[in-house]
Structure formats: structure tokens, C-alpha cells
């Protein structure tokens, strides 16, 4: 799910035992408080049976007594014996995690709860369930690759099942060694117990594998024959087991989720004759463009600095550390970087001997030239060459680009109707869990439990394995606001009608054009940027992160600021069904030479919103950076001429919301969002990677609303709205 391994019992333990919220629940009638001694005559079998956490009622967990010991298992945990503590408390193996059960007045088990989070119990729901978990037998093997170089892969394969079975291949850079059927079963219950012969393979340069790993790797040449990419590794991969694992059925089927989406994507290029299905999820498909490192031209300064660190320090993972401040708390990252300033001053003050090479890439090559260009995989999807799974989340905090350009590229060429996409309210990766819930979001059903069984799996074994069930046309999308799943016959739909939204003045919206010239300014200072979620900001990929749930935050922590420029519609009367593509349009001068154009469309909720926490929230659906001094060529930037008026008009991404009737429709405009993305000096310098304190300036941002200007954001609306209808 997040880009770091994870021990696997603890990945699948806390994917059932949520420690991201607080649950209140009445008193259990007649029971004893958690952790209370239960009597001493107490048997294993009153502890039996499924108990499920209320808010979370897809994830239930069961316990039974085998061979006189109590034993944990769920859809995603292989059977686990406990270790007994004392009666009612009991210790998981290869974690730190001690469950302890209360009694109802009987004895018997009423609910269950973790030691680390109290609050979060688990009540007794009705009897065991047994759950599907095949035989998987480990091996290791070291696979030649057309250059000599051998890469590392464990393969499990299922014993119990005798009949010939399809490879489901996974390429990664984070590791294969903890792979086992205890991991395979948590991080992919439907597949692993559909039955597989599953591959995980180390990537060049990274853990057990040979060679040298090159972020990102660049495309081959497939004519030169001694040519390698991640393609070809692919391709040779396929070839070795294809010869070397006896019981396969001849076919091949890819999946993987951010680096491995990537690697999976990879895998319909000039594909193995066996490849059958790949499903590239949230890939980083251009890293310069819009995934990963940079959006349009903006450096995600601190996404950059953590992520490199930690995948280049050496062949394995390292840890990230902002240091501590002056009370011993780990430093707010807000504070570290702008202390340090460009990038520059990051890299020389990270304290490594030797720049790491994605780092020299950064500061060597901060516009799109060649070097990113190469890497830009949209530039190869020139045909559906396998039927192809594109999966992505509306608010994927790291490849939400990916995914949706990756289905639009291939489109086109989809003359077998073969490119199918799957969008919904994920962030990155969390697709894999079965949680109802994002950050303050409750969607009332796990989507991502539905997609898993309904879809992926449906989609692999229809392709591998001739099963009947795929139904999926061309797109499935949840949307957002209905809360229901939508499918669409394509992406976005015939009957979305792109409808301008414009921003006029007073900080109002209309449905109307431009009448009267309007202009809305603010102050952009470099010294006191916007912060992008609220502080302290935590390491990337640090315990306590709040990373990973961003997008949702409610912005009503900025909306105040003197540099953040505001607009709103009315409130709505009636709902607004917004589907596909959301366009900025706007036009703006800066009395500087340089400026970071920053547009944010959102839902505000009602103040008297049934749920508590989600009134008056301010919630972004869609939002994107444009670095000014590309608004003519992202190859060759340019200074903006001060006082000038140059229009920003690019991509704020896919949708499919519903703003309900009751809500707030609003804009907001901002020049800054840190440490996410580096501060624009304001002033044009060659190289903003180098630039100086000097350099830092602050300037005033005019954003123009008038016939010749018509500042306005594209809507694709699936039912025309008017003022009279809605307002």
C-alpha cells in the first residue's frame, strides 16, 4: 500500500485492528472490562467464535481451538496460534500486539480488543469461519537475463491443487524475501485463493538481484537485441519460469501497485507471447509530468528528498530523519526545508558522502528534457498489446496521474475493446484494504473489498484461466457523493457536457459568462508559504505519517489566509453530477518574474451536515500545481514578463462527484503549497534547484475575470445546471 515493506503479520494485523480512529461503544451488558482475569475454570473454546469491529464490518476476525491452542484467522491471516499470557489475554506471534477478551456473564467471549488501541473493540458477532488458504510451497530461484545479469525471485505454488495453473507475477523494488503464503494471503485474499502460481521478482540492483538499479529506468531500443529495460527483464522472466516451473498453463498475468504498477505497465510492451492480463495500479507512468517527482514542473521537494533517500542509500530501505528540535520532538518538515531553502541546500545538508543519482537527475535536469522524456511510458502506449487493468484512486497522494493517462493513452488503440479503468476514493494503493473509511470520509461499504472480488479478480481469472464472470464493459467508477458504484461504456461519458464555470468577482462563481471586468488579488510570499496538510509534517514514510490521507484533509485550515484567493457558487439546490476531466482556465499577471499556480475546486459541506465531524468541511475533488515558467514549453522555460497576463490552462484530473444539494461549490487559488512542492522564488532564475535567499521574493498575483480573460474551470457535467435550477 505505502512504497515501504512492511513485516507482513504486522501489515495484515494492522489492516484488521485500525489504530487510525477512535470507536465509542456502549457497555457490554454483563461483561467484564477488557483485560479482566477471567475465572480460572475458564475454557479456550468460550473465547471461540467471529467477532467483528461495528465500523468497520467486512473485516471480521475468528478464533477457535485446535490441537489445544487458540487460533486467529481471517480472510487475509492464514490460521495463527496464539501465545497465552493468561486467560484472557494473549500474545500474536512475530508482533507486539497482545489481544485481551472480555466475558459476558457466562464466561464466554463478547468482544475482543488490541492492547495498543482499547478504544477499537471487536464484538462477538456469531461462530468461526474458516476461510480458503492454499497450500503454498516457497522456493527461490536466480533468473539469467539476456546480459548475464541474474535477478532474484521467490515463487509460490500452490500443492494442493493439481491442475495446471497460470503465472501471477509481481516485479518490485521493495523486496521479495518476506514473501510467503502468509503474505500472499494478506495482501491479496481474493487471488491467493483462487489459486495461483505467484512470482515476486527483485528488480535490478535492488536486494537479492544483480546489476545496477536506475530509478525510473528509461526505454529501450527492443531492436538492438542486447537492449535492457524493465521490459525486457520482463520479458526474459517470463521466458525462464514459462521453461523452468513445471504445472503452469502457459500463460502469465502482471499486477502491482505504484513502482511495481510501473513494472507491470512494462509488461505489455512489446509483451512475452504468454503474457495474457496485466493490471498496472496507480503506475508512475511520467515522473516529470505528473506523478511521483514533479507536476507540471513543480519539484515535490520534500516527496523527492524522502522517497530518493530511501530507495537509493543502499540496495535495501533506509529510514528518513528530519532530526529533532529543540524539545526532542522529531522536527516539523515544515521548518526543515524551508531552513534550508533550494534543493541544493537539502542535498548538502542530508549529510551523505555521494549525491544519490535520482538527486543529481533533479538538480541536473529540472525541466523536461530528454532524461525525463525517456522515462515517460505514455510515449510507448501505442497499442492495447493485453488486455490491460488500469486501477487508480481520486485521491492517490502519489499516482493519481498515472492511471488515468495510462487508460486515455491506450485508448485509442483499443480495437478489441481491451483497456479497462477502475477509479474510485482511494489513496495510493488503498484499493488492497477493506476498510469503508478515508481520513474523516465514510463511504458506508467497502469499495475496495468489491472491487477486489468483483473485478481484479474476475479480470485475471477470465484471462488466465477461461472463467466466466468479467463483465466490466470499459470503466467502473465509485462515485463520490452518491457513494454508489457507476460503470461507464467509456471514460469519461458521452453525456458529460464540459461547462464553464467562471470566476467573477466579489468571490463569486457563475454558470454565466463574464460580464463585468473583475479582478481578485492576493500576496504570495516565499517566506511564508501555504502549508499543503496541516503541521507538524511528519517524514514521508514515517510511523505516524499523516501522508498518506492528505487530499482529504478539510481546508478550511488555509481558506483564511490573505494568500489564498477565494470563490464560491450559491448553495446548491438541487445536486451537481460532475464526471471526467476538470480543466483550469485562468488568467493571471505577477509583479514578479516567475509564479507556481496552484487551483483547488472543493465541496464544502453544510454546517448542519447528520455527520458531526463533516460539518462545514471543506473537501477537495480535484487539485493541481502549474509551474509558471513553463506555460510555454515545458523543454525550454521562460521568464514571465512582470505585470503581463499569461493564461494557466491544464489538467486538475478525473472525477466523478456529486455535489449534493445543501453543499458549496468553491474555488481557491494559492502560489505556494509546502514542503510538498519547493518554493518558487518569483524571481526567474536558470535553475530554481540552485536558487539563492536572495532570489526568494515575494510578489502579488492578479487573477483577471473579463471577456478577453474569462478565468473559469471546465466542469463535466452530467446534468446541466442553470441558475434558476440550482440556485
Known amino acids: 500500500m505505502t512504497r515501504r515493506r512492511v513485516a507482513i503479520p504486522v501489515l495484515c494485523l494492522s489492516l484488521l485492528f485500525s489504530t487510525n480512529r477512535t470507536l ?37 476476525i475468528s478464533f477457535y481451538v485446535q490441537d489445544g ?85 521467490v515463487i509460490l505454488k500452490p500443492a494442493d491443487i493439481s491442475v495446471p495453473l497460470p503465472f501471477l507475477i509481481q516485479r518490485t523494488p521493495y523486496g521479495c524475501d518476506g514473501t510467503n503464503r502468509a503474505s500472499f494471503s494478506g495482501g491479496r485474499p481474493e487471488l491467493a485463493r483462487d489459486g495461483y502460481i505467484y512470482v515476486c521478482g527483485d528488480i535490478r540492483g535492488r536486494y537479492k538481484s544483480e546489476g545496477v538499479f536506475v530509478m525510473s529506468r528509461p526505454q529501450a531500443d527492443h531492436h538492438d537485441p ?31 501497485t505504484s513502482y511495481p504498477g510501473f513494472l507491470a505497465m512494462e509488461a505489455g510492451i512489446d509483451p512475452h507471447p504468454a503474457v495474457k492480463a496485466i493490471s498496472p495500479q496507480a503506475p508512475m507512468i511520467d515522473v516529470w509530468i505528473g506523478d511521483d517527482f514533479f507536476h507540471n514542473g513543480a519539484f515535490r521537494q520534500s516527496y523527492g528528498y524522502d522517497y530518493v533517500y530511501g530507495m537509493e542509500s543502499n540496495k535495501e530501505n533506509a529510514d528518513v530523519s528530519y532530526g529533532k528540535d529543540k524539545d526532542g520532538k522529531p522536527e516539523d518538515g515544515f521548518d526543515y526545508f524551508l531552513e534550508r531553502g533550494s534543493f541544493t541546500e537539502d542535498v548538502k545538508k542530508s549529510g551523505v558522502k555521494q549525491v544519490f543519482p535520482t538527486w543529481k537527475l533533479f538538480l541536473d535536469h529540472p525541466s523536461y528534457d530528454i ?60 484499493w488492497a484494504s477493506s476498510s469503508r473509511h478515508l481520513g474523516n470520509l465514510n463511504y458506508g461499504e467497502s469499495i475496495g473489498k468489491e472491487y477486489r472480488s468483483q473485478i481484479e479478480a474476475k479480470f485475471f481469472g477470465h484471462y488466465l484461466k477461461d472463467e466466466t464472470g468479467f463483465d466490466l464493459e470499459d470503466t467502473a467508477s465509485f462515485q463520490t457523493g452518491s457513494n454508489t458504484w457507476k460503470r461507464y461504456s467509456h471514460f469519461p461519458p458521452k453525456e458529460a457536457q464540459p461547462t464553464s464555470l467562471h470566476l467573477v468577482g466579489d468571490g463569486l462563481l457563475s454558470w454565466s459568462d463574464t460580464k463585468e471586468p473583475a479582478k481578485t488579488s492576493y500576496e504570495s510570499d516565499p517566506a511564508n508559504p501555504v502549508p499543503y496538510r496541516h503541521r507538524p509534517i511528519q517524514v514521508t514514510y514515517s510511523d505516524g505519517s499523516q501522508w498518506f490521507n492528505w487530499l482529504t484533509e478539510d481546508q478550511r485550515f488555509v481558506t483564511d489566509r490573505k494568500d489564498v484567493a477565494v470563490w464560491k457558487l450559491p448553495v446548491l439546490k438541487k445536486d451537481l453530477i460532475v464526471t471526467g476531466e476538470v480543466l483550469a482556465d485562468i488568467f493571471a499577471s505577477t509583479t514578479g518574474t516567475d509564479n507556481d499556480m496552484v487551483v483547488k475546486l472543493i465541496d464544502q459541506y453544510p454546517d448542519d451536515d447528520p455527520d458531526p465531524k463533516m460539518r462545514g468541511y471543506q473537501l477537495m475533488t480535484n487539485e493541481e500545481i502549474f509551474r509558471g515558467r513553463y506555460v510555454e514549453s515545458f523543454e525550454k522555460p521562460t521568464p514571465m514578463r512582470a505585470g503581463s497576463i499569461h493564461e494557466y490552462r491544464y489538467s486538475l484530473h478525473d472525477v466523478d462527484h456529486v455535489f449534493k444539494a445543501g453543499h458549496t461549490v468553491m474555488v481557491e487559488i494559492q502560489s505556494t503549497w509546502f514542503p510538498l ?4 522564488p518569483q524571481t526567474f532564475v536558470p535553475n530554481i534547484m540552485t536558487a539563492k535567499p536572495e532570489d526568494y521574493k ?29 440556485f
Open 677 to 680: 512542492y519547493d518554493r518558487n
Open 371 to 430: 532524461v525525463w522524456s525517456s522515462r515517460g511510458v505514455e510515449h510507448h502506449l501505442n497499442a492495447v498489446t493485453v488486455p490491460t487493468l488500469s486501477v487508480g484512486g481520486y485521491y492517490d497522494q502519489e499516482d493519481m496521474w498515472g492511471p488515468q493517462e495510462e487508460y486515455k493513452s491506450l485508448e485509442p488503440h483499443d480495437n478489441k475493446h481491451e483497456n479497462f479503468l477502475v477509479l474510485g476514493p482511494w489513496r495510493h494503493g488503498s
Open 24 to 60: 465509542r461503544l456502549e457497555p457490554l451488558a454483563q461483561a467484564a472490562p477488557v483485560g479482566q482475569a477471567a475465572p480460572a475454570s475458564t475454557q479456550l473454546e468460550a473465547l471461540s467464535g467471529e467477532y467483528t469491529d461495528p465500523a468497520e464490518p467486512d473485516s471480521p
Open 226 to 256: 542486447k537492449a535492457i529495460d524493465e521490459s525486457t527483464d520482463t520479458y526474459d522472466s517470463v521466458d525462464w519460469l514459462l521453461k523452468n516451473v513445471q504445472g503452469n498453463n502457459g500463460r502469465a498475468g502482471f499486477l502491482g
Open 698 to 726: 515575494a510578489a502579488t498575483i492578479t487573477v483577471y475575470s473579463d471577456s478577453d480573460h474569462d478565468s473559469n474551470l471546465q466542469l463535466p457535467l452530467m446534468n446541466a445546471c442553470d441558475h434558476i435550477e440550482c
Open 69 to 153: 491452542k487458540l487460533l486467529m484467522e481471517s480472510e487475509r491471516m492464514v490460521p495463527t496460534p496464539l501465545t497465552e499470557n493468561s486467560p484472557t489475554e494473549f500474545a500474536v506471534p512475530q508482533s507486539k500486539m497482545t489481544l485481551k477478551f472480555a466475558l459476558d456473564a457466562s464466561g464466554h467471549g463478547a468482544a475482543v480488543a488490541s492492547a495498543n488501541d482499547p478504544n477499537v473493540l471487536y464484538k462477538r458477532t456469531g461462530d468461526a469461519v474458516h476461510h480458503v488458504f492454499h497450500d503454498y510451497q516457497r522456493t527461490e530461484a536466480m533468473i539469467p537475463m539476456r546480459d548475464g545479469i541474474k535477478l532474484h525471485v
